[in-house]
């Protein structure tokens, strides 16, 4: 079975920056999709970043031009830098894998972390913004 662990959330003052980190306990290497979805207590699950298995990213339009996700495959782990941080990115973050509705440039990240067949998603990092 896989396991993801994210890391790296925190505290941060508008306009700063963080890097989360996710590892993978089992081996995902060119078989499925990884992402970064968000959310808060009284709202949707929002997924906003997505990076196929050839590499492609994909970002939610609330994110895109201030977070990047990348991957390292000999580590197992993806990545999610988060630049220009406002009050509306305070959330809690997951990691998600998936092999089903992959890759996020035909599916899209909407549905990312809400399946688990064939899909995983990590216990999440808080991340605060004010």
């Known amino acids: 079975d896989v396991q993801l662990v994210e890391s790296g959330g925190g505290s941060v003052q508008a306009g700063g920056s963080l890097t989360l980190s996710c590892v993978a306990s089992?081996?995902?290497?060119?078989?499925?999709?990884m992402g970064w979805f968000r959310q808060t207590p009284g709202k949707e699950r929002e997924g906003i970043a997505g990076i196929d298995v050839d590499g492609t990213t994909t970002y939610a339009d609330s994110v895109k031009g201030r977070f990047t996700i990348s991957q390292d495959n000999d580590k197992n782990s993806v990545y999610l830098q988060m630049t220009s941080l406002n009050l509306e990115d305070t959330a809690m973050y997951y990691c998600a894998a998936d092999k089903i509705r992959c890759p996020f440039t035909v599916y899209g990240l909407g549905r990312l972390g809400a399946d688990l067949d064939f899909a995983y998603r990590g216990q999440g990092t808080q991340v605060t913004v004010s």
């Open positions: 089992g081996s995902l290497r060119n078989t499925y999709c």
